[in-house]
C-alpha cells in the first residue's frame, strides 16, 4: 500500500498465507480493544513474511498499535529493502501498547529502524531471534516483557531480550526472562537511561559496547549466566 494509510478496526483477524506479507508506506494504524487486532500465519509451522511498513525521513510513517497481536510470521525483502522482523518499521512515529510479538521465525521479533518510539505495557515472547530491536531511535520503553525462545537459531545464535543500536532511549520497569545470549544489548553509541529493570536466568545481563553509555538505576540481576530455568 503506497501511500496509503492503513487502519484496522478491533476484533479483524488476518491470515497471511507462506512468505506472503504486506508493506505499507503510509500510516498503520491498529487499535484493538476488548476485541484484540490479530495477524498470524494461516498455516502452522509455514510463516508469513515481514508485515513492513516504512516512511522517511521527513515525513516518518504513523504508527499506532493498541491490544495488537502478531505472532508467526518471517523476515521479508521488499522492493529491495531487508525488513528483519516479523513486524518491522523504517522511519516511523511509533507508539505501541498492551500489543504482543511473539512466535517468529525472524531475526527479531519487532524492528524500528530510524524512528521515535514510545512502546509500554507490551511482550516480547519466544521469537526465534531478538525479541525487539531498535536501530537508531529515539524514546522510551516502559513496563514491558521479554522472553527468549525455546528454539534454537540456525546459526546457533542466542536471543536478546532488547538490542538496541545507535540509539538514545530510557527502559524502565521491564522484565527480562530466558534470555540465551544477552537480557539487554546496547550497542553502536547508544546512550540508555535504565531504571527500575529486573533481568533473571539469562545468559548475560546487559552488554555495553561500541562506544554506547548506560546509566543504571536499581537494576535487579538474578541467575545471570543460567539462562537454563524450565519454561
Known sequence: LFGVSL???PGVSTRLGPAVGMLNSGDFVAIGDAQKIKI????????????????????PSKVVLSNFDI?????????????????????GDVKISRSRFSDSSSDDGLNIKYSNVAIDNSRFINNIGDQLDCDFCTGQLNENY????????????????????????????????????????????????????????????IAVKDGSIATLIELSLIHISEPTRPY
Request: glycine share 10%.
Open 40 to 59: 498470524s500465519a494461516a498455516v502452522e509451522s509455514e510463516p508469513f513474511a515481514s508485515v513492513a511498513v516504512i516512511g522517511s525521513k521527513n515525513f
Open 7 to 9: 487502519k484496522l478496526e
Open 146 to 205: 521479554f522472553s527468549g525462545s525455546k528454539k534454537i537459531k540456525s546459526s546457533g545464535e542466542g536471543t536478546d531480550g532488547l538490542d538496541l543500536s545507535g540509539s538514545k532511549v530510557d527502559i524502565s520497569k521491564n522484565i527480562f526472562l530466558n534470555l540465551t545470549d544477552k537480557a539487554i544489548s546496547i550497542g553502536e553509541f547508544s546512550e540508555v537511561k535504565a531504571m527500575n529493570n529486573s533481568i533473571s536466568y539469562s545468559n548475560l545481563g
Open 71 to 91: 505472532s508467526g510470521g518471517n523476515e521479508a525483502i521488499f522492493d529491495y529493502v531487508y525488513f528483519s522482523g516479523q513486524m518491522s518499521v523504517h522511519y
